[in-house]
């Protein structure tokens, strides 16, 4: 079982930035694709940003972000302390959501949520 512990979340004006983090339990974090996820109110959970396993080292693999997020968030991970981070910057008041960390293993049929980190962005 993996247990994933989000934080960083909060009120910030348009236009500021936040920093999310996601810390891993267990050893599986560095072979696993690992996403950050949001869902507003009255709507379906949606992907943000995801970033693959890296095949050597301690740092990330390919990574793949929502239209809306391009050029404004940034998915990282570092595999040795079991962590990815989503940089958050520009922010709209449309990025209101909870946001919610996801480790992926599709091989092994695994797939972990964490309890999710509310971010409120001001106009």
């Known amino acids: 079982q993996v247990q994933l512990v989000e934080s960083g979340g909060g009120l910030v004006q348009a236009g500021g930035s936040l920093r999310l983090s996601c810390t891993a339990s267990?050893?599986?974090?560095?072979?696993?694709?690992m996403g950050w996820y949001r869902q507003a109110p009255g709507k379906q959970r949606e992907l943000v940003a995801r970033?693959?396993?890296?095949?050597?080292?301690?740092?990330?693999?390919?990574?793949n972000y929502a239209d809306s997020v391009k050029g404004r968030f940034t998915i990282s991970r570092d595999n040795a302390k079991n962590t990815v981070y989503l940089q958050m910057n520009s922010l709209k008041p449309e990025d209101t959501a909870v946001y919610y960390c996801?480790?992926?293993?599709?091989?092994?049929?695994?797939?972990?949520w964490g309890q999710g980190t509310q971010v409120t962005v001001s106009s």
């Open positions: 970033i693959a396993p890296s095949g050597s080292m301690n740092y990330g693999g390919s990574t």
């Open positions: 996801n480790a992926d293993r599709p091989l092994w049929g695994l797939n972990y």
């Open positions: 267990g050893s599986t974090f560095s072979v696993s694709i």
